[in-house]
Each structure stands twice: as structure tokens, then as C-alpha cells.
């Protein structure tokens, strides 16, 4: 594992592996990294020559009163568990190399950045495209590794790498969850032990709507209703959002299909917590 920290060496390594013909793959991360990640990094490297995972914690997708200063990090940790994954490079920008003082280009995200996340977080999907769409140009690769957790990001990416031209094949992959169903993420650091039972509020409820779909309601508003009704039901949990939207456009049916998310937002104490589950018969 080579452990890199500046744009220069990062373009060093690369250059000749890319002449070479090697496939290179990305994983961008913010680090304090888990099991959702490393499958990120499985599958990178089954697939490819390569594998690059980015460990940047990008200010510019967290909002003024949101957690940034206080986001985990334990980067020798992440580097001991990517070596332990035959990752090939981890590259740790410092901050001021990815924006320099100068910096002054974002990315308008693409329409699928309208509501939900986008809705709750403004200027979090102009954050994540910008960061993206930079680490996408230094390290040129030719997959793109993100989790299906943030499924509203990933057809973002999508939609962002398709309007870019960006030769890059974007993979998602499936959400990784504690054995209590509970999403794998970061922020499950934060959760006390008591809001760590509560939080399993959100893939219960999602859970059910699925059930409610397959015993033969395909009413989206109706299913909606019915997890509103059980998350608000519980104390302690404020509910952001729930949604049902087409996987690819973002937008809401009236009747669900197969291939469609069910997703959703919770606020457990300070904590936002996101999921989403697809509709699959
Ligand atoms: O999903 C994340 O961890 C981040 O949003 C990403 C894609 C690394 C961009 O900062």
C-alpha cells in the first residue's frame, strides 16, 4: 500500500501504470472506513488492475451547523485495514492542495440532487460532484466505486459523469448492514446505546414497506403514510424524510415498480442517519 499525500506523487505513480494499459479503479471515501467501504474495495479489486481509495474529508459537501470538525477520522487505522484489502494507493489530501486558497469552480449537481438530501443539505450534492468530479481528474480512472447506501448520490454521480463525458464506469454496491439490520456508516460512532436501539427505527420501517408492496399495495403515498405513521411514533427519533423514487431519475411514481428505493432520513438525537431499500418483486 502506498500511503500518498500529494497531487504531484499521485500523478507520478499513476502516469506509467495508465500507459501501461492498466485498469485503475477509485474508491473515494471520507475515511473511518467499514465494512460498507472495504466491499467497495473487494469488488474494486476483482475487477481491476488497480485500485486507488481516496480518504478526503470534503468540507465543501458539509453545511455551516453540520459535523465536519467533528467527523471521525483515524487514517492509521483506514491504511492498516486497506493494506490488509491488497489496496494499491490511499490517497490523503490535505485540504488546501484539493481547494487552494484560488479555488472558485463547483459543479452544478445534476436534477436528481433536487430533494431529499438535496432539500435537507443545501449545497451538499454541489460539494460532493465538485470533490468528485476533481478526485475523477487526478486519478483518471476507469470505475468508480460507491455505495448503494447513499443512493441519491450514486444516481447523482451517474447523472454528473454521463453530463461530463467522464470515460469512467460508475459501480454501485450493496448496503452493508449490522447483523440488526442497522446501514453501515460512519456517523453509527456517534449513536449512544440507547439511540443505537432506536436508530433501528428506519430499516424496520423500510422493511415493512417492502412487505406492504409485495402482500399487493403498490400505492406510494399509502406506503409513505404508513411509515411516517410508525417513525413518528417513536421518541427520540425526528423524522427528515421517506420517499419512493425511480433508482435512476429520482422522481416519485404513483405506484411502485421493481427497481424503485424507498428511502429514508431520520434525526436520532444530534445524528442523521440514512437508508434505503429497492423494490425488487
Ligand atoms: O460518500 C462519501 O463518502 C462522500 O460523499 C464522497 C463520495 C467520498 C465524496 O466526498
New binding site residues.
Partial sequence: LHIIQSIQELRMRLCPLRQAGKQIAIV???GYLHEGHLSLCRAARAENDIVVV?I?V?PT?FGPKEDFDRYPRDEKRDAELLERENVDIVFIPPVSDIYPQSHSTAITPPAQSQGWCGASRPGHFQ??CT??SILFNLVQPDRGY??EK?AQ?LAV?RQMALDLHYPIEIIGCPIVREKDGLAMSSRNVYLSPEERRQSLILSKTLKQGLEKARSGCLNVSDIIKDGEKIIQSITGVQLDYLGIVDQNTFMTPERVSIGDVYLGAILVGKTRLIDNMKFRV
Fill in positions: 473515494p471515501t471520507m481516496t478526503f470534503n459537501q460539494g460532493v470533490v468528485v460507491f455505495g447513499d448520490q454521480i
